[in-house]
Each structure stands twice: as C-alpha cells, then as structure tokens.
C-alpha cells in the first residue's frame, strides 16, 4: 500500500468544499471494490460498523453502532454506483464518493473524497478519516502478507474491533475525541484546513 494523498483540503466550483484522500492497495480493482462496499468489510474500517445497503442509485443505506454514539442511526441515499468503480452516497449533510482505478492486475488507486456541508468541518473530518483508512490499510495488508508500519495501524486496528464489538475505547474521554484523532486534527489544523466544527458526541 502506498499513500498518495494523505489528506488534502479542495475548494470547488459552486462553492462547496470537500476533503480527498488517495491510496494504492496491492489487490486488483474487484478485491478494493468488495473492501469498500460490502458491510461485512466495511465494518473493520468504516466509523459506523454496523452498515446495510440496497447497492442501487436511490438505494438506501443505514448507519449504526458507533461506540461514540450508541443510539444514533444515520440513514443516507446512494448517489453513485458502478461496479467495480464508484461508489457514492449521502452521509448526513456531506457526501462520500469511493472511485477506484485499475492500474494493473495486482493494483488498484483507491480515492475517498468526503464532499463537505461545512468547510469547519474539514479538520474534522480528514482526522477521523485518517484513522479509519489506516484501519482499512491494516486490512488490506493482512491479505497480502504485508503490514502497515507506526503507531496508527495498531491504534486503527484496536479501535476497528471496538466499533465492531460495540464497545468504546479504553483510553477514551467518554465526552470529548480520542487522542489519536487529537492528534491528526491538530496536524491537520496546523497544515491550514479549516476547522472548528465540534466533535460528535461531546458535551
């Protein structure tokens, strides 16, 4: 796995603003396309671990099991979809477009752009998507032998088995974010992306 972007503030026609992030996986399009679309492999890397889908434009898809927010349950509406290519849908306010790209038979650029409602939101955002796709690393290498170096593959890889265990981080403020998202915002904030949007779930 390489990491081409790791986390770019855009500003785009019409206004709206969005984070990006770009990674190539040592898998083929097909594989990259079932660990970003399914449930069962969303549920080791995405926030909410507990995902349907009806995997159709206008499908609906659910949201829920979040350790920060139990009772929540987001519902958002598939926007895009073309297998093994593009996946879009709404995720509250924002959007969140997957578009893979075949490079050869063994590799696959895998780019996640979150489409803001809010450019506050930005910081915010790319920390928390930061560590989720450090977890969808960890998974990804797990398949092909390798491994993904530094203190984020472990830290994403034990709080992926919270969210799918349901239980909330043992070194976890129960009103306020994680260090390790701290840390990845503050980083984030310190490049110049715009923040200030609260963290969800705290007081």
């Known amino acids: 796995m390489n990491v081409i972007d790791p986390g770019s503030y855009l500003e785009l026609d019409g206004g709206r603003s969005a984070v990006r992030f770009e990674r190539v996986y040592d898998h083929p399009i097909d594989r990259v396309w079932v660990l970003v679309s399914e449930p069962t492999e969303l549920a080791h890397w995405f926030p909410f671990p507990r995902i349907t889908v009806d995997l159709a434009v206008g499908g ?4 829920a ?12 509406e598939v926007t895009a979809v073309d297998p093994p290519h ?3 849908f709404t ?11 075949r490079l050869d038979g063994a590799r696959t650029r895998l780019t ?10 930005a910081a915010r955002n790319a920390a928390g998507w930061d560590l989720c796709l450090a977890a969808l690393d960890a998974r990804a290498a797990s398949e092909t032998g390798g491994s993904v ?4 593959a472990g830290e994403a890889a034990g709080a992926a ?3 799918r265990s349901g239980e909330r981080p043992a070194r976890q403020r129960p009103s306020g974010p994680p260090p390790t998202w701290q840390r990845r915002y503050d980083a984030y904030v310190a490049a110049g992306m715009p923040n200030g949007a609260p963290f969800p779930g705290s007081s």
């Open 60 to 63: 609906e898809i659910t949201f």
């Open 65 to 76: 099991g979040d350790p920060n927010m139990p009772d929540m349950v987001l519902t958002g």
């Open 86 to 88: 593009l996946f879009a």
């Open 91 to 101: 995720w509250g306010g924002d959007e969140l477009r997957f578009e893979l790209t």
């Open 112 to 121: 996640l752009t979150d489409f803001l409602e809010s450019p506050d939101a």
């Open 149 to 152: 170096a530094g203190e984020a």
């Open 161 to 163: 088995a919270n969210r």
